[in-house]
Nanobody, 126 residues
Framework: VQLQASGGGLVQAGGSLRLSCAASGRTFSRYKMGWFRQAPGKEREFVAAISWSGGTTDYADSVKGRFTISRDNAKNTVYLQMNGLKPEDTAVYYC????????????????????WGQGTLVTVSS
């Protein structure tokens, strides 16, 4: 599967952005999806994950209550709605897909993901 992330940009602190990740292929609903981010000089970290159906989600503590992950399997797209953005949210955001059919739930470990998008830059000014 190929992933194309979009929606990044420059926003002031307190603002909102919605990232999208469009996937190719006809089996999108069989992929567990996740969002990760990498800030300058830091390692890539988990942000949010969603199950096949979208019924289960997980979030990093740093974004809980501010970010919402969702998916539209009919459109082969996963979203990350980001509200209340802070300067520390500045990073390149990556979407990822996991096609290992281990069972329901989400995947939060980046090393379990099989496919990655190219990343989209989010910059939050103070």
């Amino acid at each position: 599967v190929q992933l194309q992330a979009s929606g990044g940009g420059l926003v002031q602190a307190g603002g909102s952005l919605r990232l999208s990740c469009a996937a190719s292929g006809r089996t999108f609903s069989r992929y567990k999806m996740g969002w990760f981010r990498q800030a300058p000089g830091k390692e890539r970290e988990f942000v949010a994950a969603i199950s096949w159906s979208g019924g289960t989600t997980d979030y990093a503590d740093s974004v809980k209550g501010r970010f919402t992950i969702s998916r539209d399997n009919a459109k082969n797209t996963v979203y990350l709605q980001m509200n209340g953005l802070k300067p520390e949210d500045t990073a390149v955001y990556y979407c990822a897909a996991d096609n290992n059919l281990r069972g329901p739930g989400t995947v939060t470990d980046q090393y379990e993901y099989d496919y990655w998008g190219q990343g989209t830059l989010v910059t939050v000014s103070s």
